[in-house]
């Protein structure tokens, strides 16, 4: 795997907050961040992380589940209820066990997560591959250069916006990756496998990653999201995306 300082670039450079109680974990953090480019900011408890992401504005949050006073799943529900919750990136450090957590900090919006022990190198990657597609889109996805209509759904590329019926859609980064993948690919079934190497640029990983950004990227564009019209489950392949009936496609 490379060392930070190769994988790091202006583009990818950001503010980063590192919210962990574990002075060891933080510094060494805090040491590959910042040799990657990246200005860190450091909180040792959620009130503290909260009160430095409302006064800095940071890029991109990486956030301990394991906290004392409030736990990092409280505290992703409160980045999730400020201002900027709804689209500011999170990568989550999780226990190697706990799949339950991870899953709900998925749930709740986090863009990303690295299991303890973790190689700080590979946090690095993850960071960076984070911020990379919440600013301009990624390869993997092939997000459009110009903007995306399938029916009342319309994707910005360069603003990473996208709209249903002129409403906004409140998307992670990782959501818009998908929903613009599902866009430019209609009527074709992905595995959970396909759309992790495609969308996330993932080779391995957890596949309840997929699951969960599908359940809750049908929340936000389906009117009713336990009978999916547009994201359809083909059960025993993977997921397939349908046009509404009579909708039409094509760049707005």
Do not use: C
Not at 32 to 46: E, I
Not at 113 to 138: D, H, I, N, W
Not at 201 to 220: A, I, M, N, P, Q
């Amino acid at each position: 795997m490379n060392a930070p300082s190769a994988i790091a670039g202006p583009s990818a450079a950001g503010r980063v907050l590192v919210i962990d109680d574990d002075p060891t974990v933080a510094e060494v953090v805090a040491v590959y961040l910042t040799r990657a480019g990246h200005h860190v900011d450091h909180a040792s408890d959620g009130p503290q992380g909260l009160a430095l992401a409302r006064a800095h504005h940071p890029d991109l949050v990486v956030l301990d589940l394991m906290l004392p006073d409030i736990d990092g799943l409280e505290v992703l529900r409160r980045l999730r209820g400020q201002d900027t919750g709804a689209v500011l990136p999170v990568v989550m450090l999780t226990a190697r066990g706990d799949e339950a957590d991870r899953i709900l900090g998925l749930e709740l919006g986090a863009d990303d997560y690295v299991t303890k022990p973790f190689s700080p190198r590979e946090l690095v990657l993850r960071v960076q591959s984070v911020l990379r597609r919440s600013r301009v889109g990624s390869p993997a996805t092939g997000a459009p250069a110009g903007r995306i209509r399938s029916g009342d759904i319309t994707l910005d590329g360069p603003a990473r916006r996208a709209r249903r019926s002129g409403r906004e859609l409140s998307l992670t980064a990782r959501e818009f990756d998908l929903l613009a993948f599902l866009l430019r690919h209609p009527e074709t079934v992905f595995s959970r496998q396909e759309l992790m190497a495609r969308v996330w640029g993932w080779d391995f990983g957890d596949l309840s990653t997929v699951t969960v950004h599908v359940r809750r990227l049908r929340e936000k564009i389906e009117d009713d999201p336990a009978a999916p019209r547009m994201i359809n489950t083909v059960w025993g392949v993977g997921y397939r995306y349908d046009p509404m009936p009579g909708a039409g496609e094509g760049r707005a």
